[in-house]
């Protein structure tokens, strides 16, 4: 079975610009969650959808915003990128939302803003 | 937020053992994962504790004290495959702001000499 996957892997965009990241889960799972994570650091919480319904946010700007789709894949779409933007933005799915649900993680969009 | 808090780099010798060390704040905790990371790419999942004691899976294993607020990953008989980053996360429960999703800590680099 594939695993969950990210496009496009890299993207050179610049200040002001807007960008559409895609993630599709893995087949059968139903929640997509978002991650920004910046190099030497862990990888930080942005969304979560669950059934196409937003479940969590993390402390981003309202620049970021993302929607889920009715097959479950989602776009994670950011506005007016800065510089601090660069980063792996990493797409997780699951099976659900509970507790002991393991998220697996796609290959990650890189980002770079000039 | 829930401080997640483990070394930034740890050096071993092939064939050694290592173990990482992880802390958190315990209140609404959820369930602790480890997921390993190699440069470059997505974190892969290794292990998930919700319960005190130690889980086994070949090479690596991982242990957790809810009391203590601590966990470990033991990586065994060392290979220089594993030179990678560790990354700790916590899930907190529906009682705390951090419902759903993953808290990362920054990760352990692991290098692994010959």
């Known amino acids: 079975d594939a695993g969950v996957t990210q496009s496009p892997t890299h993207l050179i965009k610049t200040r002001g610009q807007h960008v559409t990241l895609r993630c599709s889960p893995i087949s059968g799972h139903k929640s997509v969650s978002w991650y920004q994570q910046v190099l030497g650091q862990g990888p930080q919480f942005i969304f979560q959808y669950y059934e196409k319904e937003e479940r969590g946010r993390g402390n981003f700007p309202d620049r970021f915003s993302a929607r889920q789709f009715p097959n479950y894949s989602s776009e994670l779409n950011v506005n007016a990128l800065l510089l601090g933007d660069s980063a792996l933005y990493l797409c997780a799915s699951s099976l659900g939302t509970g507790g002991s649900e393991t998220q697996y993680f796609g290959p990650g969009t890189r980002l770079l803003v000039l | 937020g829930q401080n997640i808090d483990q070394p930034t780099e740890m050096t071993a010798t092939e064939g050694a053992i290592v173990q990482i060390n992880c802390t958190y704040q315990t209140s609404g905790f959820n369930g602790l994962f480890w997921y390993q990371q190699h440069a470059g790419e997505a974190p892969t999942f290794l292990s998930y504790n919700v319960l005190d004691g130690l889980e086994e899976k070949g090479r690596f294993s991982s242990f957790l004290s809810r009391s203590k607020g601590y966990s470990y990953l033991l990586l065994k008989e060392l290979q220089m495959k594993d030179s990678a980053s560790y990354l700790c996360?916590?899930?907190?429960?529906?009682?705390?702001?951090?419902?759903?999703?993953?808290?990362f800590g920054a990760g352990t680099q692991v290098v692994v000499t010959p």
């Open positions: 996360a916590v899930r907190y429960g529906p009682a705390t702001d951090s419902w759903g999703k993953l808290q």
